[in-house]
């Protein structure tokens, strides 16, 4: 039985999805797939909310990816993308649900609401016909990540992912050249390499990269990785365990004696331009941060920074901060027209083609295990440090855990974490009563 059943399909039967969904359709326009959606000359328009454009750092592969998309369906398909800022992103899908306006492309949301409320609704169209359809797809997702997204019935909402972008730490050897292996090292044995090297670390937001570094203390405890891992099919809500406080009482000593000058009160942009900005020898991030390290943004470097400077790898223990059993990026609204869902499906089978997918992992890392590579594509790879030591490091013997962030009521990660971390940084929290303030809202958003 997969995460989705059990958690979210509990009492909701599949008469109820499918009455849910029709009723849907019934009162969305003609079109079914709302008000953005058109017809021009035998050409099939929608639009896509999406916060992977403009400044994000997310838009660099998508918008192309969605104009190649245009260009080889040109006479027959147009995608148009709304900004949508990331913060807001959740609630807009969830405002657009209410308003029966759901985008025929749902770019995810929010975990919980599609596992718990959307899914169950029969909000989401069944790709599982699909899939079996066209095994050139279907063979290339993970395995771990087919099983999450197939419920009981075998329906499948959630469009499984073939990629897995292991999160580790890049280090600038300017600043800090171990001359160590740092692949043989365990936990205590890295930090005491580090020393007292810089570290940048964003609070604010979900304070995502405190919450990466925490991710890789907490796994790197007796029980830690076990613990995260128990997220997947519940979430957690009690943080007085031992592997968790003793990995925040490590985090918070870093914060007050190695934290870069501005990581309190820190965005993601500002932890990463500590790290471009000489300012910290090493972050934790994902392999898409190497677009931010080669050449063609040296605009945003200073203070010496140099891309070609920096290398990557996983944490110790060949342990990578990703999660295979997971919801994917996409799913289509179940009250789209037959030809919108004829241009969702063709979409989803264009992003998933081999083509795309290395172009892809050339553009923001990670691996895909179940494609054979071209050779090409190996060559490009080897080109780019960083990308070429993650890949190095992903091997047969890696260890998955999931983000911390992930694991946890959305509530919870997206506001309370961050904004008790502070709290932490200044000493105003010792490690268990942060443990405890979490646990706290964390059994509140359970009640709600």
Same mark, same amino acid.
């Given at each position: 039985?997969?995460?989705?059943?059990?958690?979210?399909?509990?009492?909701?039967?599949?008469?109820?999805?499918?009455?849910?969904?029709?009723?849907?359709?019934?009162?969305?326009?003609?079109?079914?797939?709302?008000?953005?959606?058109?017809?021009?000359?035998?050409?099939?328009?929608?639009?896509?909310?999406?916060?992977?454009?403009?400044?994000?750092?997310?838009?660099?592969?998508?918008?192309?990816?969605?104009?190649?998309?245009?260009?080889?369906?040109?006479?027959?398909?147009?995608?148009?993308?709304?900004?949508?800022?990331?913060?807001?992103?959740?609630?807009?899908?969830?405002?657009?649900?209410?308003?029966?306006?759901?985008?025929?492309?749902?770019?995810?949301?929010?975990?919980?609401?599609?596992?718990?409320?959307?899914?169950?609704?029969?909000?989401?169209?069944?790709?599982?016909?699909?899939?079996?359809?066209?095994?050139?797809?279907?063979?290339?997702?993970?395995?771990?990540?087919?099983?999450?997204?197939?419920?009981?019935?075998?329906?499948?909402?959630?469009?499984?992912?073939?990629?897995?972008?292991?999160?580790?730490?890049?280090?600038?050897?300017?600043?800090?050249?171990?001359?160590?292996?740092?692949?043989?090292?365990?936990?205590?044995?890295?930090?005491?390499?580090?020393?007292?090297?810089?570290?940048?670390?964003?609070?604010?937001?979900?304070?995502?990269?405190?919450?990466? +570094? #925490?991710?890789?203390?907490?796994?790197? @405890? =007796?029980?830690? $990785?076990?613990? !995260?891992?128990? &997220?997947?099919?519940?979430?957690?809500?009690?943080?007085?365990?031992?592997?968790?406080?003793?990995?925040?009482?490590?985090?918070?000593?870093?914060?007050?004696?190695?934290?870069?000058?501005?990581?309190?009160?820190?965005?993601?942009?500002?932890?990463?331009?500590?790290?471009?900005?000489?300012?910290?020898?090493?972050?934790?991030?994902?392999?898409?941060?190497?677009?931010?390290?080669?050449?063609?943004?040296?605009?945003?470097?200073?203070?010496?920074?140099?891309?070609?400077?920096?290398?990557?790898?996983?944490?110790?223990?060949?342990?990578?901060?990703?999660?295979?059993?997971?919801?994917?990026?996409?799913?289509?609204?179940?009250?789209?027209?037959?030809?919108?869902?004829?241009?969702?499906?063709? +979409? #989803?089978?264009?992003?998933?083609?081999? @083509? =795309?997918?290395? $172009?892809?992992? !050339?553009?923001? &890392?990670?691996?895909?295990?179940?494609?054979?590579?071209?050779?090409?594509?190996?060559?490009?790879?080897?080109?780019?440090?960083?990308?070429?030591?993650?890949?190095?490091?992903?091997?047969?013997?890696?260890?998955?855990?999931?983000?911390?962030?992930?694991?946890?009521?959305?509530?919870?990660?997206?506001?309370?974490?961050?904004?008790?971390?502070?709290?932490?940084?200044?000493?105003?929290?010792?490690?268990?009563?942060?443990?405890?303030?979490?646990?706290?809202?964390?059994?509140?958003?359970?009640?709600?």
């Amino acid at each position: 039985m997969s995460n989705i059943s059990r958690r979210s399909f509990v009492g909701a039967s599949a008469a109820v999805a499918a009455a849910v969904a029709a009723g849907l359709a019934g009162c969305n326009n003609p079109s079914g797939g709302g008000d953005d959606t058109q017809s021009s000359g035998g050409v099939v328009e929608i639009t896509i909310p999406s916060y992977k454009t403009g400044e994000n750092v997310g838009a660099v592969f998508f918008e192309p990816q969605v104009e190649r998309f245009n260009e080889k369906y040109a006479d027959k398909y147009h995608i148009t993308l709304e900004s949508v800022p990331q913060d807001g992103f959740n609630d807009r899908l969830k405002q657009l649900a209410q308003q029966k306006q759901l985008p025929v492309l749902v770019q995810g949301g929010d975990i919980d609401w599609q596992t718990n409320i959307a899914f169950p609704q029969g909000l989401a169209y069944d790709i599982s016909g699909w899939l079996n359809e066209h095994p050139e797809v279907k063979d290339l997702v993970l395995d771990d990540a087919l099983a999450y997204c197939t419920n009981d019935d075998g329906t499948i909402y959630s469009m499984p992912l073939p990629t897995v972008r292991p999160t580790g730490y890049y280090w600038n050897t300017a600043l800090w050249d171990p001359w160590v292996d740092l692949s043989t090292l365990s936990m205590d044995e890295l930090l005491a390499e580090i020393g007292d090297q810089k570290i940048a670390f964003s609070t604010a937001e979900n304070g995502w990269v405190c919450g990466l +570094f #925490l991710t890789a203390l907490v796994a790197a @405890e =007796e029980g830690g $990785a076990d613990w !995260l891992r128990g &997220g997947v099919e519940e979430k957690i809500v009690d943080f007085n365990q031992s592997a968790f406080i003793s990995a925040v009482t490590t985090l918070q000593q870093l914060l007050q004696n190695n934290a870069a000058s501005n990581s309190v009160g820190a965005t993601y942009a500002d932890a990463e331009n500590a790290f471009l900005s000489s300012q910290a020898a090493i972050i934790s991030n994902g392999p898409w941060m190497s677009s931010s390290l080669a050449d063609t943004n040296s605009e945003n470097w200073s203070n010496g920074f140099d891309g070609a400077n920096v290398h990557a790898a996983l944490w110790p223990g060949q342990m990578g901060i990703a999660n295979t059993s997971s919801l994917g990026e996409w799913w289509i609204s179940a009250a789209a027209s037959d030809a919108e869902k004829q241009l969702a499906e063709d +979409f #989803l089978a264009f992003v998933y083609s081999p @083509e =795309e997918i290395e $172009a892809f992992l !050339l553009a923001e &890392g990670g691996d895909a295990p179940k494609l054979t590579y071209t050779d090409s594509f190996k060559e490009e790879q080897a080109k780019t440090q960083t990308l070429a030591d993650l890949s190095a490091d992903t091997t047969a013997e890696t260890e998955f855990v999931p983000c911390i962030l992930d694991m946890i009521p959305a509530s919870v990660a997206n506001s309370d974490f961050g904004r008790e971390l502070p709290q932490l940084a200044n000493g105003t929290y010792t490690p268990e009563q942060f443990a405890q303030a979490l646990t706290e809202a964390a059994k509140e958003a359970s009640l709600t």
